[in-house]
C-alpha cells in the first residue's frame, strides 16, 4: 500500500516553544490530508483536514492560531504547534487519501509530542 | 451525523480463542467501513475495508461483513494469536463529507499465550 511518513516520531520540547510535525506521502499526491490527536488510551480526534493549496479546514474547538497547518505541495503537509504548554502532549497522527479516490486513507507513524 | 460505536475493552482471550469485536455505526449517507489495527506506540494500519452492503472485507484470518439492515461492522477471528494483541478501531468514511474518517473508541485486545 501508499506510504505516508510523519517526522519525527517523537518530540520533546519546552513550554512556550513551537513544534513543527511534517506528514508525507511518499510514492503518492495527496490533495487532502488529515490530522488527528490521540489522548492516551482514547480513540483518534480529528483536529483538521488540509487541502492543498488553501486554508485548512478545522474541527470544532481546534483552535486555528495554535496548531497552524501548511499543506504547501501535494505531498507535504505540516502542523505547528505554537506556543506549547504541556496540555498539548499528546499523539499526533497524519492520514492521506491519493488524489481523487475514494479508498482508505494511508496513516503515518505518528508523532509523540511531550512539552515539559 | 456520523459516529461509530465499538465496544469496550480491554478484551483478553488465550490463544487460538475466537474473537469478536462489535462495532455499529450510524452515518447520514452510504459510508465505507474499516478496521484499523494500532500497535503499541505506532500509527494506524488499515486491516479491512468494504464499501458498501453486504460487502465482506477479510485479511489475516480477521472478517467484517458490511450489514446494512443492522448498521454493524463486527470484526471476527476464529484463532487468535499473540501477535493479535493491539488496539483495533472501527472506523467509517463519509464520501459526502469531504472523506472525513470517524473513529470509534478503539478496542484494546490482550491475547495470552
Known amino acids: 500500500g501508499a506510504v505516508v511518513s510523519q517526522h519525527p516520531s517523537w518530540v520533546i520540547c519546552k513550554s512556550g516553544t513551537s513544534v513543527k510535525i511534517e506528514c508525507r506521502s511518499l510514492?503518492?499526491?495527496?490533495?487532502?490530508m488529515f490530522w488527528y490527536r490521540q489522548f492516551p488510551k482514547q480513540s483518534l480526534m480529528l483536529m483538521a483536514t488540509?487541502?492543498?493549496?488553501?486554508?485548512?479546514?478545522?474541527e470544532q474547538g481546534v483552535e486555528k492560531d495554535k496548531f497552524l497547518i501548511n499543506h504547501a505541495s501535494l505531498t507535504l503537509s505540516t502542523l505547528t504547534v505554537t506556543s506549547a504548554h504541556p496540555e498539548d502532549s499528546s499523539f499526533y497522527i497524519c492520514?492521506?487519501?491519493?488524489?481523487?479516490?475514494?479508498?482508505?486513507?494511508?496513516f503515518g507513524q505518528g508523532t509523540r509530542l511531550t512539552v515539559v | 451525523g456520523n459516529s461509530v460505536t465499538q465496544m469496550e475493552g480491554p478484551v483478553t482471550l488465550s490463544e487460538e480463542a475466537f474473537l469478536t469485536i462489535n462495532c455499529t455505526y450510524t452515518?447520514?449517507?452510504?459510508?465505507?467501513l474499516f478496521w484499523y489495527v494500532q500497535y503499541p506506540g505506532e500509527g494506524l494500519q488499515l486491516l479491512l475495508k468494504?464499501?458498501?452492503?453486504?460487502d465482506k472485507g477479510s485479511n489475516k484470518g480477521f472478517e467484517a461483513t458490511y450489514r446494512k439492515e443492522t448498521t454493524s461492522f463486527h470484526l471476527e477471528k476464529g484463532s487468535v494469536q499473540v501477535s493479535d494483541s493491539a488496539v483495533y478501531f472501527c472506523?467509517?468514511?463519509?464520501?459526502?463529507?469531504?472523506?472525513?474518517?470517524?473513529f470509534g473508541s478503539g478496542t484494546k485486545l490482550n491475547v495470552k499465550p
Open positions: 492520514s492521506a487519501r491519493e488524489s481523487g479516490a475514494l479508498t482508505e486513507a494511508f
Open positions: 510514492d503518492f499526491q495527496a490533495t487532502t
Open positions: 488540509s487541502n492543498e493549496g488553501s486554508k485548512a479546514t478545522y
Open positions: 452515518a447520514t449517507g452510504y459510508p465505507s
Open positions: 468494504a464499501t458498501k452492503a453486504d
Open positions: 472506523a467509517l468514511s463519509d464520501r459526502n463529507n469531504f472523506n472525513k474518517f470517524y
